[in-house]
Structure formats: C-alpha cells, structure tokens
C-alpha cells in the first residue's frame, strides 16, 4: 500500500490510538525504555497493531517514538538507534500487511539546543537523520515528527526526514490552552506560527496530536487550517479529553462514544485525517471507525 500519499486520499483516513497507554496495561514500568520492546517484547508491540488494525485504522504508527539518539543514551541504548527503528517499523509493517499504512514516530530529543541548552543544530539534525533512514529502512511508507513544542526541532527534523528519505512527512505539534484565551505550545509558539514554519521547511502535512481534548483540538483545527493553502492537508490527534486525577492516577476521561461524536465537526473544520493520542484505545479507534467508514 506504499507509498502514503496522504494529498490524494479520496476519503478521511484513520490513525492509530496510543501506544504509551497499551504498554503500560501490558507491564511496561516506570523508568522502562518503551521502545527496547520492539527487540524484547516483539509479540506485545505487534499485538497492539493488531488491536488498532482490527478496529479499523487505516494507519499503524511504529512504537519509535523515543528512539532518538538523546533518550536512547539516558537508558544506555544509543548504540542500537538504528536497530530499535527497524524493529519498530518490521513489527508494524508485519502487521499492517497491503491493509494498513507504517507511520514511523519521531519525538523530541528531550534536549535543548543553543542559547537554551548545550546541544547543537548540526547533533539535532544527525539524531533525526538516522532515525528517519531507520525508519525508512525498516519499511515505513512515511513519517510523523510529533508531539513537538519547539519550532527550531521540529524544523529540523523536517528538514532532516526530506534530506534522509523520499518519505511523506507529517509535523505535529502540541499546544495548550492559553490563560488570556488561543493557543500554543509550551515553548510558545502559536498554531498559525507553526504551520508556516513547518510547511515552509518542508513538511507535506500538518498535525496537532497530544495535549488537548477533541473540543479545543477543533478550535486548533480551525487556526492551522486558516494559516495553510486548501490543498494541504491537516491530521488531528486529540487526547481522549483534558486528564483528571482520579484515586490517585491520572485518567482522560472521554469514552469513545463521546470523542467519536466530535470527529465530524473536526472534519468539517479542516481535519482530513483523524487518529487519537494519550488515553485513546483500540475502542475509540474502533467508535471513530464506524464514524468515518459507516
Ligand atoms: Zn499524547
């Protein structure tokens, strides 16, 4: 089914949920490196593609999320970047089959560059290099930099994945409601500010996944879409609403019915893709499935 052209998809198309949250059900520990399973627990990580391919996703994202050179070196790991994204992408490809597309997952380093931190553009860009060949190599058919707050990384990255691979690329970032009313990410940067920036640096959509609920995920929607040419397609990600603490645990607390019900305006404003982020399962996947391939 590759490669992903996700401008030419004749219908909205359907991402995966979380990893992080089936993980943790499964006995993933605090302090646990999420991504050494691709070579440990092959069998787990497959069987939650398998859960989000049986409820519907069209689109499986690989379990790489953390593999970059900075967060694998805070585990002892960094020698095995290369191998823990082709595991990640073989794990998903396998159960993706010709039914599914392979999404392969870059986050934040967790490092800051210059003048906030010691790192450099040039160690940024080799990080995400290696990881977006990887990735690539291991049969993605394209790849999601995500969870970002900072414009100069996910800058970066962009520009590394289209340097490194003929790959698709998908920006995302993240952003929280703002006291005075809008939005933006931790670092500051505003919906409309990131989607110019990211599109200019060459990515071919642009996403927000993580931080927001589907009700100020839509409002999100609205700024991207208002800052980008029509043709430009728009992923969202929500989580399943804002976290609560509940006995203790933190809990998002939207069923799948409820999310479900906001994926059509998320559409109507703009969204030409839709998947879910923290606290999302299979069964929400499975509600937004029926949403959006009555
Ligand atoms: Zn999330």
Not at 240 to 254: I, S
């Amino acid at each position: 089914m590759t490669p992903l052209h996700l401008h030419a998809i004749s219908r909205p198309l359907l991402f995966d949920g979380a990893m992080g949250t089936l993980l943790h059900e499964r006995g993933l520990q605090p302090g646990e490196c999420p991504e050494l399973w691709c070579a440990n627990r092959p069998d787990d990580v497959r069987a939650i593609h398998r859960l989000y391919k049986e409820a519907g996703a069209d689109v499986l994202e690989t379990n790489s999320f953390g593999a970059n050179r900075y967060k694998l070196e805070h585990y002892g790991l960094a020698d095995r970047l290369e191998e823990l994204n082709r595991a990640a992408t073989r794990l998903a490809r396998e159960v993706a089959g010709d039914d599914c597309h392979v999404l392969g997952s870059i986050g934040p380093t967790g490092a800051f560059m210059e003048p906030y931190g010691d790192e450099t553009e040039e160690a940024f860009f080799d990080t995400f290099t290696r990881q977006a060949r990887a990735l690539h190599e291991g049969g993605a058919d394209a790849v999601i930099i995500e969870t970002m707050t900072c414009i100069e990384e996910c800058i970066l990255a962009i520009r590394a994945a289209r340097a490194a691979t003929p790959m698709t690329v998908v920006a995302s970032f993240t952003f929280d409601p703002q006291a005075g009313g809008g939005y933006a990410s931790m670092m500051g940067v505003t919906p409309e500010h990131f989607a110019r920036a990211a599109l200019e640096a060459g990515a071919h959509v642009i996403a927000s996944n993580c931080g927001l609920g589907p009700d100020h995920m839509l409002n999100v929607v609205t700024l991207l879409r208002g800052a980008l040419p029509p043709d430009v397609p728009i992923l969202a990600m929500p989580n399943a609403g804002m976290p609560v603490m509940r006995d203790g645990h933190t809990v998002f607390p939207e069923t799948p019915a409820e999310m479900a019900a906001k994926i059509p305006s998320l559409l109507a404003a703009g969204a030409r893709c839709v998947g879910g982020c923290c606290g999302t399962t299979p069964a929400h996947i499975a509600a937004f499935a029926k949403i959006l391939k009555p």
